[in-house]
């Protein structure tokens, strides 16, 4: 295969007059670059808009429902006696709590075994959950539960038997010295959470029986009583309630309480509307709109100091969506004693983004379902609803998938995809250009080569000529 080196033969620096040429044809390219640069910046703007139109929708959402303002704090008087958390579904109450009993889980222990050594007695432990009345046990509705022991078992071994059975208790082993102790308590607390353990087999099971509630002392016989199973007893503003657990979950909708020590008084418990919680969700909506409003802002304005505009100015699509936030901000709402946002202290500033007065929105918000009204009434009029409806609803129409914005992405990938097919166009004509340029000046170079050793053999001739006839 021939190796080429245009210019080799006439002197001529092809390779250079040919980038020079094809640099001209690529000229185009250098727009092409700043537009599809453009179009990118634009389309992670918009990527950043759909973002911020999306959170502006769930703040608003916040507010147009009762989440919003169903928040509600709770205090108690002694909450180390009886603690409370009030939730979504609780409304303002006050409660005198009387604790006469805390609720407690059954609790046996077995006399002492050499630690280590085995029981030496065989057969099997039968565990049953139920209620004790003095002497007398009556069974609940969970099965019993066998736990088969043999003679070379352990206290250890016997306690994790035990608690692989599943039977509604934990077995634990307390060690006293040099002895083990079998220590079985029931998972739950509550009198109906009480057991039985029947032990039949050799004689010497008999010591990790439990069928007597007399029994003070652990022996030979069987287990002791630790603690009986107990409900827990209260009154509430003077009514009496059994719990099987000191965690009452809705005895009072929406309030949960925690009760840990035996009163000796009533404790006052209050739920109360926590306005705190709810200026805070009011805040986050203003904060949600003033982010989308800067970004849009930013990107429509022109900066004289710097003499150059946003990336989106003179955009209708952005200057509109812009336009219909602000003018929807600035709107009216039918429903309650206030009728613009402006009339609790969320003001509007020059440029456009809103601002809370805390003062007066903390005077507004103590007629709390007035300033509810304001956001979450449906007249089924997008003109007059609430604000949270309204911006709600506009905000999850921009970012549906045919949505202002959506369909404003999709523009914009549009442009860049053009944008990069023309680029192709224009490096594929260049490459042509090029090909075509190199096979000319080639072959220009050849001729110029030749008609060198053309003139190169003519004056050697010459010269050689001139010596004979000298």
């Known amino acids: 295969m021939a190796i080429s080196a245009p210019g080799v ?3 001529l620096d092809v390779n250079s007059i040919v980038s020079q040429l094809v640099a001209i044809e690529k000229q185009p390219l250098t727009q092409l670059q700043a537009k599809a640069s453009t179009f990118q910046a634009q389309l992670s703007l918009y990527g950043k808009v759909k973002s911020q139109a999306s959170a502006l ?44 009993q805390l609720a407690r889980a059954q609790s046996t222990a077995s006399a002492g075994v050499a630690a280590g050594t085995a029981v030496g007695a065989a057969g099997t432990l039968t565990l049953q959950l139920g209620t004790w009345a003095g002497a007398g046990f009556t069974a609940g509705t969970s099965p019993a539960v066998a736990v088969s022991i043999t003679a070379t078992d352990t206290v250890t071994s016997i306690a994790s038997k035990i608690n692989s059975g599943n039977a509604g208790v934990t077995a634990t082993v307390l060690r006293d010295g040099a002895n083990e102790r079998l220590v079985v308590r029931s998972k739950e607390s509550g009198e109906v959470n009480g057991f039985r353990i029947d032990a039949t087999g050799d004689a010497g099971l008999s010591m990790f029986g439990f ?37 009452m979950v809705d005895v009072i909708t929406g309030v949960t309480l925690q009760l840990s020590q035996v009163t000796t008084e009533p404790v006052d418990i209050n739920v109360e509307n926590d306005l705190e919680a709810t200026q805070k969700n009011i805040q986050a909506f203003v904060d949600a709109y003033n982010a989308l409003n800067t970004t849009l802002a930013d990107s429509t304005k022109y900066d004289a100091a710097a003499k150059k505009g946003g990336l989106m100015q003179g955009d209708s699509t952005t200057v509109g969506l812009q336009n219909a936030l602000r003018s929807m901000l600035g709107s009216t709402s039918v429903g309650s004693t206030y009728s613009r946002l402006s009339d609790i202290g969320i003001e509007r ?24 009204n304001l956001f979450a009434t449906n007249n089924s009029n997008p003109a007059t609803n609430g604000f949270g409806l309204k911006v709600r609803d506009f905000a999850r129409g921009l970012v549906a998938a045919d949505g202002l914005v959506s369909n ?27 090909t075509q340029l190199l096979r000319q000046y080639s072959a220009l170079d050849a001729q110029l080569a030749q008609m060198s050793g053309l003139s190169s053999y003519v004056t050697a001739q010459l010269a050689q000529w001139n010596k004979s006839t000298a």
């Open 57 to 100: 929708g769930d703040a608003a959402a916040l507010l147009a429902g009762p989440t919003g303002w169903n928040t509600q704090k709770a205090s108690s008087s002694n909450a180390s006696a009886v603690g409370v958390v009030a939730g979504s579904a609780a409304v303002s109450t006050s409660l005198a709590v009387d604790v006469q």
């Open 408 to 434: 404003k992405s999709t523009a914009l990938q549009g442009s860049i995809t053009r944008n990069s097919k023309d680029q192709d166009r224009v490096n594929d004509r260049a490459a042509r250009v090029e």
């Open 211 to 247: 069928t007597d509630t007399a029994a003070t002392t652990a022996s030979a016989a069987g287990m002791f009583m630790g603690q009986a199973a107990l409900n827990a007893l209260v009154d509430i503003n003077g009514v009496p309630i059994v719990s099987a657990t000191n965690k």
């Open 349 to 372: 500033q020059t440029d456009g983004s809103l601002k809370v007065n805390a003062t007066k929105l903390t005077g507004a918000i103590q007629n709390l379902d007035n300033v509810k």
């Open 9 to 11: 033969g006439s002197g």
